[in-house]
């Protein structure tokens, strides 16, 4: 082969080499940050770009990868996340427990992303979990337990703050998993089932109050009725029987207006039978008297009658009826 071949080819190479070297092709939402002779130059956008090879350099940075860090010279610019290993917590009242979060960030400013900082990923990592230490040394078991939203709204803040210095928004925090000790889950179903035991005897005993309730009103209502009803009963019966009286009244008065009619006309043939020298109602009585001492006489152990001593007015009234009723015949 001929030496002008050779160096042809060679050259070749070479612009080959240095063409690769030179075009630097971008994909979206990545870059890259371009070093010239040790110092930052430029940040590279998505597409193509040039740069001087051997003199420009692209900055190694650290990633972090199914759970692995690798130095990489691509940025990714896209939002990405993290999940870091379960991690021993101690509550405010002094249960350790384990808790394991996600990570949502973004990078948004690719230079303070590799000059601020290291490491990037270990330093998000090692400030969530010093965060969560805190946030969760503030609060009971209890509280954790029922203020996720609360931890991740305090824990988003603090390390959004935290982060800006490196060029980072984190969009949200989510705690996958609290897990406290077997024993305190043991004591937490037991509590559990102590309230719902307790629910289930305030709901039981309400509804036999409210029963209760029921049927005291119930009979309360039966009573007020049958006390209406006798109530109407004895009013009823009360103008029943006072019209019953005053019927009764009515008709002992009519046969007392009878009585005294019959009487008064007795009185009158008495009257045109004796003549006036004699009074009616004297001489009525007479004749009553007259009838009873022969109803006495005629007993079998009435041989002796003891008389008043003001029967002997009534006798004489008698002797002078009899002389009256002698002269009459």
Same mark, same amino acid.
């Given at each position: 082969?001929?030496?002008?071949?050779?160096?042809?080819?060679?050259?070749?190479?070479?612009?080959?080499?240095?063409?690769?070297?030179?075009?630097?092709?971008?994909?979206?939402?990545?870059?890259?940050?371009?070093? /010239?002779?040790?110092? !930052?130059?430029?940040?590279?956008?998505?597409?193509?770009?040039?740069?001087?090879?051997?003199?420009?350099?692209?900055?190694?940075?650290?990633?972090?990868?199914?759970?692995?860090?690798?130095?990489?010279?691509?940025?990714?610019?896209?939002?990405?996340?993290?999940?870091?290993?379960?991690?021993?917590?101690?509550?405010?009242?002094?249960?350790?427990?384990?808790?394991?979060? +996600?990570? !949502?960030?973004?990078?948004?400013?690719?230079?303070?992303?590799?000059?601020?900082?290291?490491? +990037?990923?270990? %330093?998000?990592? *090692?400030?969530?979990?010093?965060?969560?230490?805190?946030?969760?040394?503030?609060?009971?078991?209890?509280?954790?337990?029922?203020? @996720?939203?609360?931890?991740?709204? *305090? +824990?988003?803040?603090?390390?959004?703050?935290?982060?800006?210095?490196?060029?980072?928004?984190?969009?949200?925090?989510?705690?996958?998993?609290?897990?406290?000790?077997?024993?305190?889950?043991?004591?937490?179903?037991?509590?559990?089932?102590?309230? /719902?035991?307790? @629910?289930?005897?305030?709901?039981?005993?309400?509804?036999?109050?409210?029963?209760?309730? +029921?049927?005291?009103?119930?009979?309360?209502?039966?009573?007020?009725? /049958?006390?209406?009803?006798?109530?109407?009963?004895?009013?009823?019966?009360?103008?029943?029987?006072?019209? %019953? @009286?005053?019927?009764?009244?009515?008709?002992?008065?009519?046969?007392?207006?009878?009585?005294?009619?019959?009487?008064?006309?007795?009185?009158?043939?008495?009257?045109?039978?004796?003549?006036?020298?004699?009074?009616? %109602?004297?001489?009525?009585? %007479?004749? *009553?008297?007259?009838?009873?001492?022969?109803?006495?006489?005629?007993?079998?152990?009435?041989?002796?009658?003891?008389?008043? !001593?003001?029967?002997?007015?009534?006798?004489?009234?008698?002797?002078?009826?009899?002389?009256?009723?002698?002269?009459? *015949?």
């Amino acid at each position: 082969m001929e030496p002008t071949l050779i160096v042809l080819i060679a050259l070749l190479v070479f612009a080959i080499i240095f063409v690769k070297k030179t075009v630097v092709i971008i994909p979206q939402s990545e870059t890259k940050i371009i070093e /010239r002779l040790g110092k !930052y130059h430029s940040t590279l956008s998505p597409g193509i770009n040039i740069i001087i090879p051997f003199i420009d350099k692209a900055k190694s940075v650290v990633i972090l990868k199914n759970g692995n860090y690798y130095n990489s010279s691509t940025i990714d610019l896209r939002e990405q996340v993290y999940d870091f290993d379960k991690q021993n917590v101690i509550t405010k009242d002094n249960v350790q427990t384990e808790i394991n979060a +996600l990570l !949502y960030f973004q990078i948004m400013d690719p230079f303070k992303s590799a000059y601020e900082i290291d490491n +990037l990923p270990n %330093a998000i990592e *090692k400030l969530t979990q010093t965060t969560l230490r805190n946030i969760i040394g503030e609060m009971e078991l209890d509280e954790t337990l029922t203020s @996720r939203d609360t931890i991740n709204t *305090k +824990l988003r803040a603090v390390l959004d703050d935290a982060t800006d210095k490196w060029g980072v928004k984190v969009n949200r925090v989510e705690l996958q998993d609290i897990t406290p000790p077997k024993s305190v889950l043991t004591a937490m179903e037991k509590q559990m089932q102590a309230e /719902r035991n307790k @629910r289930a005897a305030i709901l039981t005993s309400e509804g036999e109050k409210a029963s209760q309730i +029921l049927a005291s009103e119930g009979t309360k209502a039966a009573m007020i009725n /049958r006390a209406e009803a006798e109530k109407q009963q004895s009013i009823l019966m009360a103008e029943g029987e006072a019209a %019953a @009286r005053i019927r009764k009244a009515e008709a002992e008065a009519v046969a007392i207006q009878k009585i005294a009619e019959a009487e008064a006309i007795a009185l009158k043939k008495i009257a045109e039978t004796v003549g006036n020298s004699t009074n009616p %109602a004297q001489y009525l009585i %007479a004749q *009553k008297y007259i009838d009873m001492m022969k109803n006495i006489t005629n007993g079998e152990n009435s041989k002796t009658v003891f008389l008043p !001593y003001e029967a002997t007015s009534i006798m004489g009234s008698i002797g002078g009826i009899k002389e009256l009723l002698k002269e009459s *015949k």
